[in-house]
């Protein structure tokens, strides 16, 4: 199985609400990231979470919180999003976070915030 | 800060011709290079990768070339498909911590 799947596909929330985004994966990774993509731009990353530990923030605004619950899941738990924030969320995975591997990429959860 | 970049936003081609997409590299750190291919709405799709202590690298109708002494990457795609269309990106490895994309170029095959 070399897939990460992301759930939901599509989101739109408001500006008060509170929503979760999810990521799985079965390959034995032990490192997964978010990015984030606007249109007709390269994804920007956003968090590394090396054996379910947070090593990286890309001095990301407090209202996205990440959570790695096990070595297999990855959430991004959103609250207080501003309209700049829509964008494809991209959740990816690699064997490890500090080796030259290939990332795997979901298929991304496509946000609209109102 | 240090990024990668890609010479042209677009390209366009004729179905069966040879494509070339480059990519300029500007950190002499990158030790690993990976091109994805990115249809729309859909997450970037691994098509082929180099580490720097190769030049070139050879798979399904594709070839990255990579060339250390001016920090350059190319893609060739070899007999063009109407389903090669999509945004293709470089990315690079500076030893080993986060991959850093290039801009992106949008390949358009017309039959």
């Known amino acids: 199985d070399t897939e990460v799947t992301q759930t939901p596909k599509h989101l739109v929330m408001g500006m008060t609400n509170k929503k979760s985004l999810k990521c799985e994966q079965h390959?034995?990774?032990?490192?997964m990231y978010w990015y984030k993509q606007k249109a007709k731009k390269p994804p920007e990353l956003m968090f590394v979470?090396?054996?379910?530990?947070?090593?990286i923030n890309e001095s990301v605004p407090s209202r996205f919180s990440p959570e790695c619950p096990n070595s297999s899941l990855l959430n991004l738990h959103l609250h207080a999003l501003q309209p700049e924030d829509s964008a494809l969320y991209l959740c990816?995975?690699?064997?490890?976070?500090?080796?030259?591997?290939?990332?795997?990429f979901g298929p991304g959860t496509r946000l609209t915030v109102t | 800060g240090e990024s990668v970049g890609l010479h042209l936003p677009t390209l366009s081609v004729q179905e069966g011709d040879n494509s070339i997409i480059n990519c300029a590299y500007s950190?002499?750190?990158?030790?690993?290079f990976i091109w994805y291919k990115q249809e729309s709405g859909k997450g970037p799709q691994f098509i082929i990768d180099?580490?720097?202590?190769?030049d070139k690298r050879q798979g399904q109708r594709v070839t990255v070339l990579l060339n250390k002494t001016v920090k350059h990457l190319s893609l060739q795609i070899a007999a063009t498909q109407p389903g090669d269309s999509a945004v293709y990106f470089c990315?690079?490895?500076?030893?080993?911590?986060?991959?850093?994309f290039g801009k992106g170029t949008t390949l358009s095959v017309s039959s």
């Open positions: 390959m034995g990774h032990r490192a």
């Open positions: 979470y090396s054996y379910e530990k947070l090593s």
């Open positions: 950190n002499s750190a990158s030790d690993y």
């Open positions: 990816a995975s690699s064997p490890t976070a500090g080796g030259s591997y290939e990332q795997y």
């Open positions: 180099i580490r720097s202590n190769m």
């Open positions: 990315a690079e490895n500076p030893a080993g911590t986060a991959l850093i």
